[in-house]
């Protein structure tokens, strides 16, 4: 499964197509982010104290999770490549 980006897909069509949705993704997800960041103090009030502990957990969890996800894709292909080649 290619949930990250992380292993390379076969045909260049698909790889082309990973970039092209990879870009627009990043085109699309970039304005929000900025919007929160510059925003943050108005949202921490919104959310409270409370709420915002549980975003802060939540995102480094996610971060916690795709740095699994890597280490788990980065070892297979290890494996494929060096131990069982």
Known sequence: ??????N??????TLAM???VATIVAALLSPIIYELYRNA???SQVVGATGTTIIVRLS????FC?????????AAEFN????RP
């Open 18 to 20: 990973v970039l092209l």
């Open 41 to 43: 103090d108005r949202v």
């Open 80 to 83: 494929t490549s060096v131990i």
């Open 66 to 74: 795709i740095g699994i996800e890597v280490l788990w894709h980065g």
């Open 8 to 13: 390379r897909p076969g045909k260049v069509a």
């Open 60 to 63: 480094a969890f996610l971060l």
């Open 1 to 6: 499964m290619n949930m990250l980006g992380t």
